[in-house]
């Protein structure tokens, strides 16, 4: 075991670490923050997406004791300081982005780490950004169009099947 | 997973002197390593952690070669050697998916020379140099089949030095699950010569078709590649992804294709 301090979603948090475990088991084991979730745990789907340092990090493919100093953000985070929901939640429920909601977590963090870099991006960007996110329910169309008005742009315009 | 320690060295030399004990192992970016860990396929006793080894992150010009950090991640890459080396920059943008690019290393990647790997085809074509905490080694002799490097024991990929070619492109072939290269070719044309490294084609892992080298060599189009006969099938790799007839064929399309995007 090893000690390990990192800063998650702003808070310092202190915990010994075993070598081989996973920042999403730390988080969701030991910090009971089990919004962030496993899909496959083989790097595929992105459900376990968190932010490291800022950036998207697929967090059942990196060990706990390499965030050590690091700043993580998951999506418990996420939500405005009063408790509502952030513009990229609201979107997503605004445009029927979730249905069963296990890929969310994921989508809206690698929406967060897109739009922090690319403020308007294309639906083609958004597509593209989104290779290593999967869901099973929604068929994506609904995602895009939440990330375009998250984004400010006509979620209108984004093209039919 | 079986159970090991994790260390975190903060430079070459104690990243070097950790893998000096038993079964140590580095990791990198861990976006192969660690999917292997949870399959029990590898059991290190220790890994020792690239990541926080800041001096091997880097991307500069040095005159006509660019020189990348061994600790160097696919999105770093990217965004940085966009300007100077387009093809190569194409090439890291593709791997994976952005959280990938986040993690993953050109270090990591060259060691481990999965057969359907990117940059291998890259370091072949153009002729890089891998450097590491050891030696020099020419990439003609640094892979060396499927997995296969001349990499020893402990021994850590510090830099990948590049020639910047005139022209490049990578021209990859998806295979829709994986999104790693049923087939990928990379193009890359110098003054004096052309170079052409397909990657996840042969059994023998990545390789440099020489045949278009030298068609490409005397006539920098497409079109020179249309007589040429493809790799023969039988030496490719047939799985239910690909017969090794589909991947022979594919090396010459792909072929034409970075021929024709090359900037
Ligand atoms: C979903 C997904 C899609 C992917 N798609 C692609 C793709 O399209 N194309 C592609 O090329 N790759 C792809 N990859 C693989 C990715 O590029 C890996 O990042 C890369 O192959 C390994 O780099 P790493 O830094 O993660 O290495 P690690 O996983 O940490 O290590 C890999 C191996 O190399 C050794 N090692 C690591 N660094 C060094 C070093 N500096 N010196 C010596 N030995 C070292 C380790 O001990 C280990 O054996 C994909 C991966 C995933 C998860
Ligand atoms: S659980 Fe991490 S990518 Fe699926
Ligand atoms: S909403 Fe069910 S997996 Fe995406």
């Known amino acids: 075991m090893t000690e390990v301090t990192m800063t998650v979603n702003g808070k310092s948090v202190s915990r010994p670490v075993r070598g081989n475990e996973l920042l999403v088991e730390f988080l969701r084991e030991q910090l009971r923050l089990t919004g962030t979730h496993v899909g496959c745990d083989t790097s595929q789907c992105g459900a376990c997406c968190v932010h490291v340092n800022g950036e998207l990090v697929k967090a059942c493919t990196m060990f706990a004791a390499e965030a050590d100093g690091a ?33 969310t977590p994921g989508m809206v963090m690698a929406a967060a780490a897109l739009l922090k870099d690319n403020p308007t991006p294309t639906e083609a960007e958004i597509r593209h950004y989104l290779q290593g996110n999967i869901c099973r329910c929604t068929g994506y169309h609904n995602i895009i169009k939440a990330i375009m008005a998250a984004s400010g742009q006509d979620a209108g315009k984004i093209a039919a099947e | ?121 890259a370091a072949l074509a153009c002729g890089a140099t891998i450097v590491t905490d050891k030696r020099e080694i020419a990439a003609d002799d640094y892979f060396q089949g499927m997995f296969m490097t001349a990499l020893e024991e402990g021994e850590i990929v510090t830099e990948i030095r590049f020639p910047i070619p005139e022209k490049s492109a990578y021209m990859k072939f998806e295979q829709i699950a994986s999104r790693f290269p049923l087939v990928g070719v990379f193009v890359a044309k110098f003054a004096d010569k052309v170079g052409v490294g397909v990657t996840g084609a042969s059994n023998d892992g990545v390789f440099r078709w020489s045949e278009a080298e030298q068609a490409l060599g005397s006539n920098f189009a497409a079109d020179a590649v249309s007589g040429l006969t493809a790799p023969d099938a039988s030496d490719m790799i047939s799985d239910l992804h690909g017969t090794g007839a589909y991947r022979a064929h594919l090396v010459g399309v792909m072929t034409k294709r970075a021929v024709a995007a090359a900037s």
């Not at chain 1, 418990?76 to 982005?97: C, K, P, R, T, W």
């Not at chain 2, 396929?41 to 080894?53: D, E, R």
């Open chain 1, 71 to 103: 700043e993580v953000a998951t999506i418990e985070g996420m939500a405005n300081a009063d408790g509502s929901l952030n513009v990229i939640q609201q979107a997503f429920q605004d445009h029927h982005g979730l249905q069963c909601g296990f890929c």
């Open chain 2, 1 to 121: 997973m079986y159970s090991f320690d994790i260390e975190r060295p903060k430079s070459v030399a104690d990243a070097v002197a950790a893998l000096g004990a038993d079964e140590a192992q580095p990791i990198a970016g861990g976006q192969t390593l660690i999917p292997t860990l949870k399959q029990r396929l590898a059991s290190p006793s220790k890994l020792v952690a690239l990541s926080g080894i800041e001096e091997m992150k880097y991307v500069r010009r040095d005159g006509d070669t660019l020189v990348i950090g061994g600790g160097t991640t696919h999105g770093t890459i990217a965004r940085e050697t966009a300007e100077h080396f387009p093809g190569l920059a194409g090439l890291a943008a593709r791997i994976g998916d952005p959280a990938v690019r986040n993690r993953g290393t050109i270090g990591g990647s060259i060691a481990n020379n999965d057969p359907s790997a990117c940059y291998p085809s």
